[in-house]
């Protein structure tokens, strides 16, 4: 994979040159101030909200309750304001409907969907998209690392970062698939949820390949930049196959259900690979997410939203039991 191959599949490259075959989306280039936002490994603080002005410490002066902190003073902390880069980006939201799925020039964070209260990639606000960029890797893997796995020693090109809104729209993950092209020609197509097991694919497998390969060879063969590259698509219950987007044909994209072995190599494809003869690969046992490893622990979260008041309960008797037992000792140290 050379890193010529991975400035091809930005989102700003391919998208004017297949803009009527894939969603509508739009593209703004994202300030210094807001990229070292997100590269920030502070407190996540969430920016860009309407009510921005919003404070960490809330005051309980007139309040009767107990203050658990032992500070005398406490300092307020407030999220960085980005407004003229808040209007931009709440201006383009609402064209493109009100709702979007985020992305970098790259990659959209996927593995972060567990931090959104409705565990969802749709965003309404700048506040929304913050929140899911700076709990991914995903995305700082975008700015900090974008040719990693290439195999030229070649200067770093100049990367230009740019937020991706496209248009929100429901997609049955059942409908999409990636596909591997190498030499121009699809060697593989992969279901691209390979965590269920959907029947219909088995049952449509014939007329599945046949669209994609018709819509590869109609629309996108020898239109990409690079005669390597990976592509998704969806396929809507009409049997019309969409784009959804390029990677690079290389390591830091995930194989699916195949390995980058047996891509590179062709061993155990299909033996003669050619426009009608290519390897579809479905998913017929349940395999584990790879995004699961990025999420947090259940318990953790319950504590968190206050969704389960008995382990709430649980933790503050636990808290309460050590401190008695912190103090008794001290009590003993200085007897």
């Known amino acids: 994979m050379k890193k010529e191959q991975v400035v091809n599949c930005q989102f700003s490259v391919w998208y004017p040159l297949f803009k009527k075959h894939t969603i509508k989306s739009l593209i703004l280039p994202i300030p210094q101030n807001v990229i070292d936002y997100l590269l920030d490994d502070g407190t996540l603080v969430v920016s860009g909200s309407e009510n921005n002005s919003s404070q960490t410490?809330?005051?309980?002066?007139?309040?009767?309750?107990?203050?658990?902190?032992?500070?005398?003073?406490?300092?307020?902390?407030?999220?960085?304001?980005?407004?003229?880069?808040?209007?931009?980006?709440?201006?383009?939201?609402?064209?493109?409907?009100?709702c979007v799925f985020p992305k970098l020039n790259w990659s959209a964070p996927r593995?972060?969907?567990?931090?959104?209260?409705?565990?969802?990639?749709?965003?309404?606000?700048?506040?929304?998209?913050?929140?899911?960029?700076?709990?991914?890797?995903?995305?700082?893997?975008?700015?900090?690392?974008p040719f990693?796995?290439?195999?030229?020693?070649?200067?770093?090109?100049?990367?230009?970062?740019?937020?991706?809104?496209?248009?929100?729209?429901?997609?049955?993950?059942?409908?999409?698939f990636r596909c591997f092209v190498k030499e121009n020609k699809v060697i593989a197509i992969s279901q691209r949820d390979y965590t269920q097991h959907y029947q219909h694919i088995a049952k449509q497998e014939a007329s599945i390949s046949s669209s994609i390969l018709g819509f590869f060879r109609d629309h996108i063969q020898y239109r990409f930049p690079d005669e390597d590259f990976v592509l998704d698509v969806y396929r809507d219950s009409s049997g019309r196959v969409w784009l959804?987007?390029?990677?690079?044909?290389?390591?830091?994209?995930?194989?699916?259900?195949?390995?980058?072995?047996?891509?590179?190599?062709?061993?155990?494809?299909?033996?003669?690979?050619?426009?009608e003869d290519t390897t579809l690969q479905m998913c017929f046992t349940v395999q584990p997410s790879p995004c699961l490893s990025y999420r947090i622990p259940r318990?953790?979260?319950?504590?968190?939203?206050?969704?389960?008041?008995?382990?709430?309960?649980?933790?503050?008797?636990?808290k309460k039991g050590q401190q008695e037992e912190e103090s008794s000792d001290e009590e003993e140290d200085e007897s």
């Open 111 to 145: 593995d972060a969907n567990w931090i959104a209260l409705n565990s969802s990639l749709q965003c309404q606000s700048l506040s929304d998209i913050f929140l899911l960029f700076k709990s991914s890797d995903f995305i700082t893997h975008d700015l900090t690392q």
């Open 148 to 176: 990693l796995h290439c195999s030229d020693d070649s200067p770093d090109p100049t990367i230009n970062y740019e937020l991706v809104l496209r248009k929100w729209s429901e997609l049955i993950p059942g409908a999409e």
């Open 57 to 98: 410490q809330i005051n309980h002066s007139d309040s009767d309750e107990e203050d658990w902190t032992d500070d005398e003073t406490t300092t307020a902390v407030t999220a960085p304001e980005f407004p003229e880069f808040n209007i931009k980006v709440q201006e383009a939201i609402n064209v493109l409907g009100g």
């Open 299 to 318: 318990d953790f979260l319950d504590l968190t939203t206050g969704e389960d008041a008995y382990k709430l309960i649980d933790f503050l008797k636990l």
């Open 244 to 275: 959804i987007d390029f990677n690079p044909f290389g390591e830091v994209t995930d194989s699916l259900l195949f390995t980058w072995e047996e891509l590179t190599s062709g061993k155990h494809l299909t033996a003669s690979q050619t426009q």
